[in-house]
Nanobody, 121 residues
Framework: QVQLVESGGGLVQAGGSLRLSCAAS????????VGWFRQAPGKEREFVAA????????YYADSVQGRFTISRDNAKNTVYLQMNNLEPEDTGVYYC??????????????WGQGAQVTLSS
């Protein structure tokens, strides 16, 4: 069993940066890939980024490629999402998830409660 808690969300101006953290409990966390997803108001949840269990592979949605960076520190049971050059379209609730590496929600078994990111223009 893995429990996930996101933090680091908030209100930021367009062009600014935020770093989200996903802290996990459970000694098997390092065996799982981690994905970040987001849900904007009135829209379905969408894939943002994923990182393999070792951190050796990463994958990004086209909309965030070059602006967001996913990383992990297995010694700290934490995954990060560094978000730079934020745009109003990045507004939403950001969820981290643990499971099998990929971009489909169906590959992830454990989910956090979400962190709100709001962009002001």
């Amino acid at each position: 069993q893995v429990q996930l808690v996101e933090s680091g969300g908030g209100l930021v101006q367009a062009g600014g940066s935020l770093r989200l953290s996903c802290a996990a409990s459970g000694r098997t966390f390092s065996y799982y890939a981690v994905g970040w997803f987001r849900q904007a108001p009135g829209k379905e949840r969408e894939f943002v980024a994923a990182i393999s269990w070792s951190g050796g592979s990463t994958y990004y949605a086209d909309s965030v490629q070059g602006r967001f960076t996913i990383s992990r520190d297995n010694a700290k049971n934490t995954v990060y999402l560094q978000m730079n050059n934020l745009e109003p379209e990045d507004t939403g609730v950001y969820y981290c998830s643990a499971g099998w590496y990929g971009f489909s929600e169906a590959r992830y078994d454990y989910w956090g409660q979400g962190a709100q990111v709001t962009l002001s223009s």
